[in-house]
């Protein structure tokens, strides 16, 4: 395994908010071509066992994998855990505190669209939601298209579900510190996701990538369906800066939303070490 291996490992299930459940998941990695996958679910291992079986049964080699929620210098980040033992108690526990308020935040989310006149948003998302304890944003996104409000999922975060916005609602989700440390306490590597979405100028930045280091974290998304070509040079000279891991991973949740399908990103640049290097005894085969 190396930089031409082609790895995913970034991607959603109905488990969280994922159109595809992971069984469907592993045999569109497999078909086309992933040669290591792992199912990363926002907040949530439900989806592990799932998806850890369907990839043994197809042969592809599979990494156990989570996305944290995180509130850093005022906005939401999101760490990326690979490898971790599923099991772990403290990361079972850190994780669902982590969703809790989800639930209360979805209700408020729809009070502030039922302010500008779009009434039942709340029931309408959850008719999308495949877990009672993980209703997103991009639940009421596939409803207020389905309902004709908007005529993309895009369109709808840009009108109503970022900051500012009338059913956009302050979250605190967990700390940096913490995240990290249930990640490498149950024998994951902790990796920053996709960091040029971040609304971040270079000293955030740079705190960000300090702390992270700090706490342990090892790996950063180089290759990522949010990133452009000046993203992937970007961040694989912060592999180098930084001395992190390269990861590469679609963050693929549905056929009809995500541009980036399971495993169609370019390979890692040779200039960078990636993850998966390091995580060859955590690799189910
Ligand atoms: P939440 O965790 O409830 O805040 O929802 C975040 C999720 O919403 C992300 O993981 C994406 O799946 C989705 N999302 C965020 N921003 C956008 C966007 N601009 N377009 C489409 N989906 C988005
Ligand atoms: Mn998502
Ligand atoms: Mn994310
Ligand atoms: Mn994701």
Excluded at 30 to 41: F, H, M, P, R, S
Excluded at 57 to 76: N, R, W
Excluded at 213 to 229: F, I, L, P, S, Y
Excluded at 241 to 250: C, I, M, N, Q, V
């Amino acid at each position: 395994m190396n930089t031409l291996t082609n790895a995913d490992l970034h991607c959603h299930s109905v488990v969280s908010d994922g159109t595809l459940t992971p069984e469907v998941l592993a045999q569109r990695a497999k078909d086309n071509g992933v040669e290591l996958w792992a199912l990363t679910d926002h907040d949530e291992l439900g989806g592990q066992e799932r998806a850890l079986q369907a990839a043994r049964a197809l042969g592809l080699p599979y990494l156990t994998g989570v996305e944290i929620s995180v509130t850093f210098a005022q906005i939401t980040v999101h760490i990326v855990g690979l490898g971790m033992d599923h099991h772990h108690p403290a990361l079972l526990e850190g994780l669902r505190t982590t969703r809790g308020g989800r639930e209360e935040r979805a209700r408020d989310m729809a009070a502030g669209l039922a302010q500008v006149g779009i009434q039942g948003a709340y029931e309408g998302a959850l008719k999308y939601v495949g877990n009672p304890d993980l209703i997103s944003r991009a639940h009421f996104a596939r409803h207020l298209v389905e309902s004709g409000v908007c005529s993309d999922v895009g369109e709808v975060f840009r009108k109503f579900l970022t900051e500012g916005k009338p059913g956009f609602v302050p979250h605190r989700w967990a700390g940096l510190g913490d995240a990290v440390r249930w990640i490498t306490q149950s024998g994951g590597m902790a990796v920053i996701a996709h960091p040029g979405r971040y609304a971040l100028n270079a000293t955030g930045e740079y705190a960000l990538f300090t702390e992270f280091k700090t706490h342990g974290g090892q790996g950063v998304e180089v290759m990522t369906g949010a990133h452009n070509q000046a993203d992937f040079v970007k961040y694989a000279g912060y592999c180098q800066e930084f001395d992190l891991l390269a990861s590469r991973g679609s963050d693929f949740h549905s056929p009809e939303e995500s541009r980036c399908d399971l495993g169609s990103l370019p390979h890692l640049p040779g200039s960078v070490t990636p993850v998966w290097e390091m995580l060859q005894t955590r690799i189910h085969r």
